[in-house]
């Protein structure tokens, strides 16, 4: 079969939902889900259990600091584009950040032999002509699912990061979606705490052990999460791979 003839498969719209809801994410172009993240800074595995925010329970979210803070750009919300001057702010923030990141915008979306539609959409935020910021985020049914953001090193104060977080979700909002998936928490690690932003009682975090169940993370909190079997949290400060 020639590679024009494959057709894609399709991760739009409830097809999409469906994954999410079931634990799975977003990679390139595959779909996985996995109960461990390793970092490769301190070289150690962490517990990690995915997340997602009711969109419901958060308010008013033009009068968050964060939005007053960036109220002077302006941004732009459309279909997903890889352009040339995206690619050179990637770079910028690659080279800035004290983490490994991926080492391109494509690298991170579409390095894959597979074909798969994704509803995909593309955030930029500008300093008068200047693009500063850059999100990409899919699009499903009811739902959207952040993939990533990326802003320029000069305008860390910011908190572009948090600034484009409250977008994707004013954006389904407004069209009465119910669930933005942001990613998963890790234990024993701050990393990715910062998707309980804008509102942590607004988020809802995936167990597994108890039949797939989504629950209020406000109930439980990282030291209910340790409770459900997190194997990595129990190794603690003696883990080592030798």
Known sequence: MEEEDIIPLDLTGHNL??????????????????????????????DCFWLRTRLDKVKDIHKHKVFKLNKRFTFEIGPAVYTDEINELYEKYRLAMDFDAHESVFHFLLNSEKKVDFNSKTIQIRDQEKLIAAAYFDEGE???????????????????????????????????????????IALESTKFDYKLF?????????????????????????????????FWSTIGDDFSLF
């Open 142 to 184: 009811k739902v959207i699912m952040g993939n990533m953001n990326f802003y320029h090193p000069d305008y860390k104060k910011f908190s572009l990061g948090k600034y484009m977080m409250l977008l994707k979700i004013h954006y389904a909002q407004v069209k009465h979606m119910h669930y933005y998936y942001t990613g998963y």
């Open 17 to 46: 939902d469906l994954l999410l809801e079931m634990g799975y994410y977003r990679m390139r172009q595959n779909v996985f889900t996995t109960d461990e993240f390793y970092d490769s800074i301190t070289e150690r595995p962490y």
């Open 198 to 230: 804008p509102d942590v009682n607004a988020i809802e975090v995936l167990i597994k052990q108890k039949d797939n169940t989504w629950f209020d993370y406000t109930a439980v909190g990282k030291d209910g999460l340790k409770e459900q079997g997190g």
